[in-house]
């Protein structure tokens, strides 16, 4: 292993330049030459390929975004388009690859192995925290304390006016960001994907919570159970107090990355490329019970996270 | 002057608890015992009227919303409504009333003092900046920061992925709120009811930047000149660029008030007292030019604040 | 199990409300009763003790220091002291005691079972994640992100200057907080107390860093290899740069939570609580490899936490 | 006017690169040409001068610090180094010079210009607010919201221990950054140099809030009145509580800016490239009652700002 090169992919999230930063100075701190791809997959076909200084991860670390660029390319599901990329990254001498992203973002690294032989490994990027084989994503940290700085705001408002605020938090198919800030929030109500509602159950939580003296209430609703908007209108008429909607959106996605993040990011930058040194390739890390792990690649997309059932029971017992 | 009362009202906004205070706190001070109401013109009618002690105002000047609590009444607009509520004043011997809100909530006031010789100040509360007689209101410096840490927030994922953001502030029908979060947080365009726009003049101010290698912008989106959806909508088709919506919501109106806001709020209620004490009535408090003033409470509703006209050309040589 | 009372003992660390709360909900929720002790162990002996309702608990999930308010008791030590207080918590029919603080206060908890028959269970809260059992005690996430904030605040000024800057950050005994703000923040050398240093090669590695252009250092000391200041003091002369010392001191004590710590802290009281009712006793809480944990709360002292070598590697390496 | 040069000096502070921003794009926008002068006067000598481009001032308008560097250069005061400095200047055919910084910064200005007929002008940048001329200088805004937000953390433990906290803030020999974080943080006593103070008086004060049921205290103290430590000192023994003391130090200096400081940079930067268009030189730039004003820049240091004595008044009102 003399050169390899780093990419992110998919959708960015805050930490994911602070694993560029630990991969790049972890290799050359080993004596490899490392590149940078721009625009991911995109960038790869575009030839968009530099050698990296430490000048250029310096003063990252704290940055949300990726510094290398993100974007989709769906044409590299195209066997020929893969094998224009492997050729690029083969003029360039690069036989090792770090992937950042999402699940959809593994496949490309997976392929580009086993059909061309540039080794490749993928480091789990995204607020969602919805990949199997780790415990935490990178970005998810981040996200979650943007949620509850939200909630803390909105609570402000919901308090003073005795309002219920429904606030729909992302998570693509996954409720993790969602229990998590309700959890952390003190939330009065979670829905979420893994577990479904039923309307008059939400409805009977929140007048029973009026019968006790609560005055207000945060109902948090993840993404994948629809849009918050449709709830609430599905609510209208069977809560008696006043209801309002807001859509978090692209806030949760930015932003100067937690400590948690830049620890989790630092440490699977830098294990990444120690297992690349080491001739492993076709996985991805995790990050399970505080140690670093790999996993054949495709684990992330042939298994799905579960939910934790019992956090799930703990942020309905507190939400009572 | 020996007996008063404040109440909040209309929507909440940060810093109106550190008003709370400095009123109570100086009232106290000269000798005078303090009333709180609770929820606005609400309470009042529902004789929802406590003496506060110093401890009621212990700890919550770094605290968002209004610990008042605050509601909307509609049916103080009748006249023998207002009897009713002043008949329950005078129970309470209540001679002067300090109302922190909006316009709107400073309608009731001025009828009140009128009609029943109540005495009555103003106090501006809202997010919004949009009332006449003063250069801030209470919780606009606030929001504005929570805008620009939005938008430094969705910067991260704007440039990452090289797309154009619209972004939607509050403000009702003014644009302070855009056009200084603009300025501040070096957004690429600005669109206020102030001063409209022309979709394909915003859609060539977009393209234009293409052209001069910028890779993402920033538009900032006043509520009061629509949704930022169907502005979004509108564009599509004329701007290359992959665009994406946010609407910032009620984030806006919650949060630690800043230091400028308790400042503000500090000297507004600490200054409407006195002015009370002096005997004042059916007056507002502002802060022009640094001094506190007042103006008749009628100058609220009777007069529009101005947009900054050099401001605005200021963010839009900026924005280039 | 019928009665069961909570104190917060030693210095406060952000998330023990959150601990407090979950404790008491859960509780509440099984039908016990829950008494809350005000100021420690002190307070245990003055017999400030109060039934708590849900109201007591609300809202302060999200809030710094410990509602229960906290402080030393030396006297504690005495076995007839001890005597004296547990008349006290038995004439209130208490039969269970949850101890949120250091190991110093497990102590406490550890003899009232011992000698006197009080089931009390030990949860870590303290900044200093300096105890063993647990990866992580209440209150060290929150203290990280402090320091890293204000790195993030003091490189403006370092890179700006081109200065030298000696950040001391807290953790008694324990390199962690110093070690991990270093990991987080991009720190360019680490003195902590596990591996000590040598003044010369201090020195050595920011000249280094002046060689190959960089010019500016972050410097973080852990307060356990002494005074920053003192260090500055032996580096002078030794280094070419301009230096400055900041000690961050109690802010790194306050704030409101952070995810993970308030996340820490509801599943930690959560779980103390189900243990009582299961009859444990003499246990502290610990969170190891994201699971609940027990250990005999002798554990807290008889063992020393060990130092992770593996980060402190990496820290290394990418602090050239 | 065809050529300008900018580059700030002294201290650094938040809010600078805003200013340095918008002089540049505001210049840029008139057709004229644009230098960046490096680490202040000291890279004025040394001729590190470069010409800006629009991409020099993108993405910096959030950032704390000075992407220009800044540095003291001593010998700037002798006669013959000014000389060179000009030479330089003129060699570059730079007509006009905007100096962001505090008053010893303008000296150097004043003196470019009568020495030497190089148009200059001040803007005044610093967190201390110092400078005649001017309600607020740069930075000032952000340094009161980093205070406010240490006073805050620090809170939290002063009142779950019940202690007295003596919290040392800068401000060099002026009292304002005190003043108004002790008027809008809620502080409980305050010492500043414009107003000296008695300790015994300070004690009484603390012990009186004892008295009334006050557990903790929060003691302002400016640099200006020596170190927080020394009167910690002179307190012991007088008060009955517990001490603390914390000096703030660097984090005051750094951070992001505020949405003021922002604004305040951004307008100061725009009009002090109008004034040098004008032909205008030797003026500071002020913000005075909300309206941008000019000043010989001699006013900078033959006036002494004053203390709003009003302010201290009623931060002393509402400590009590």
Not at 125 to 146: K, P
Not at 176 to 189: E, H, I, N, R, V
Request: proline letters at 2%; hydrophobic letters at 40%; aromatic letters at 4%.
């Amino acid at each position: 292993m003399k050169n390899i090169a780093i990419l992110t992919s998919g959708g960015d999230s805050p930490g994911m330049n602070a694993a560029v930063r630990a991969a790049a100075k972890v290799a050359m701190n080993k004596g490899l030459k490392v590149f940078g791809i721009k625009r991911g997959y995109q960038g790869m076909l575009n030839d968009e390929i530099f050698e990296m200084s430490s000048r250029d991860v310096s003063g990252i670390i704290d940055r949300g975004g990726t510094v290398l660029l993100t974007a989709r390319c769906p044409e590299f599901k195209q066997p020929e388009v893969r094998a224009k990329a492997a050729k690029i990254l083969k003029k360039h001498d690069i036989q090792g690859l770090v992937v950042i992203g999402g699940d959809g973002s593994f496949h490309g690294a997976d392929l580009i192995y086993k059909e061309h032989g540039i080794k490749a490994i993928g480091i789990p990027g995204t607020i969602d925290n919805d990949i199997a084989g780790t415990d935490y994503t990178i970005g998810f940290d981040t996200a979650l304390n943007t949620v509850l700085d939200a909630i803390s705001k909105i609570r402000d408002t919901a308090t003073s006016h005795e309002r219920t605020y429904l606030i729909e938090v992302m998570g693509r198919h996954a409720g993790d960001l969602a229990l998590y800030s309700c959890l952390a929030g003190g939330g009065d109500a979670l829905l979420i994907p893994e577990e479904g509602f039923k309307v008059h159950e939400v409805a009977d939580q929140i007048n029973k919570r009026r019968e006790i003296g609560k005055l207000h209430d945060i109902v948090v609703v993840a993404e994948g159970v629809g849009s918050a908007s449709d709830i609430a209108s599905q609510l209208k008429g069977k809560v008696k107090s006043e209801m309002r909607v807001t859509v978090l959106g692209h806030i949760q996605r930015g932003g100067t990355p937690s400590a948690l993040d830049r620890i989790l990011a630092t440490k699977m930058g830098a294990f990444a490329v120690e297992k690349l040194i080491e001739g492993k390739s076709g996985i991805m890390i995790g990050m399970e019970s505080n140690k670093l792990v790999t996993y054949p690649i495709s684990y992330a997309w042939e298994h799905k996270r579960e939910l934790n059932e019992k956090d799930f029971e703990l942020a309905l017992t507190l939400a009572l």
